[in-house]
């Protein structure tokens, strides 16, 4: 059946934008701005359900997958890129993938989000299997590519799981572990890089955050594994040192360097 008033469609509360001062149009943006963590938490006993669909798997050699369009594929990638640096991983451990390629990331991709059978294919380049699980990112839970990619991959026995900013969407119905964060209508009316885009970002953040946490990729609550790629990522690895060992800046950046990761520091010098 055809989804033809998602939620992130509706109307904006909001009217004669153009009108408004400076002050009201910021006031009434933060206004809206407020309400997405609300409807996350709303969401919290769902997004638990995929974390921990997922962390078995990848704690048994597989990957994650992220599917989109637009906005919505652009923070599936940002979520994927921001792992190896963070948590010292593989890039080829979270991979996200947007309609219309890389080349969609900076520029609009005409019918991109439009091809069924397009995700699919574009999964099939990193032979994604039983072993991996696939979540699928669409504002609306309409996206084509989306549904198409989860779909497919839901048949041939790969867990899917949803990010969606929509009640009741195609996209939802498709998969096993749905998040369905209702973000209601945006200020500038379908505008889904606002409030949804929003949601969707926290999601992905608790999502990755939590899957590397249990695989063992922070230690007390830090960044053992981050990659020392450049000057402040290094000072915050010896800042690190410093606290966990007690020892003087100097001290820190000497082990540091011998040892390369704060993680190797610590295995060496605490029980």
């Not at 995700?119 to 669409?138: P, R, T």
Request: net charge neutral.
């Amino acid at each position: 059946m055809e989804h033809t008033n998602p939620d992130t469609e509706k109307t904006s509360k909001y009217n004669n934008l153009e009108k408004m001062s400076t002050s009201a149009l910021l006031s009434n943006i933060n206004k809206e701005d407020k309400s997405v963590s609300e409807s996350v938490e709303k969401e919290l006993p769902a997004i638990e359900k995929l974390v921990d669909a997922i962390t078995p798997k990848m704690e048994a050699g597989g990957r994650l997958f992220y599917i989109g369009a637009g906005t919505s594929g652009r923070l599936g990638v940002l979520d994927a890129s921001e792992c190896p640096p963070t948590f010292g991983v593989s890039n080829q451990l979270v991979i996200g993938l947007i309609a219309g390629g890389d080349t969609a990331l900076r520029n609009a991709v005409e019918n991109a989000e439009d091809d069924t059978q397009q995700a699919w294919k574009d999964l099939q380049e990193y032979n994604i299997s039983e072993k991996d699980v696939l979540v699928g990112l669409a504002a609306s839970g309409t996206t084509p590519y989306v549904i198409g990619g989860i779909k497919e991959a839901r048949a041939k026995g790969i867990i899917t799981g949803c990010v969606t900013c929509s009640s009741g969407s195609p996209l939802a119905a498709a998969c096993e572990f749905p998040v369905e964060v209702v973000t209601g209508p945006e200020f500038v009316t379908g505008s889904t890089r606002m409030k949804a885009g929003t949601a969707q970002k926290l999601v992905l953040n608790m999502i990755s955050t939590s899957v590397m946490i249990k695989l063992g990729r922070v230690k007390g609550n830090k960044m053992v594994d981050m990659q020392l790629s450049n000057k402040k990522l290094v000072s915050r690895g010896v800042r690190m040192i410093m606290e966990e060992l007690n020892v003087d800046e100097a001290e820190a950046s000497k082990l540091l360097q011998t040892y390369k990761s704060v993680r190797n520091v610590l295995a060496q010098y605490k029980a």
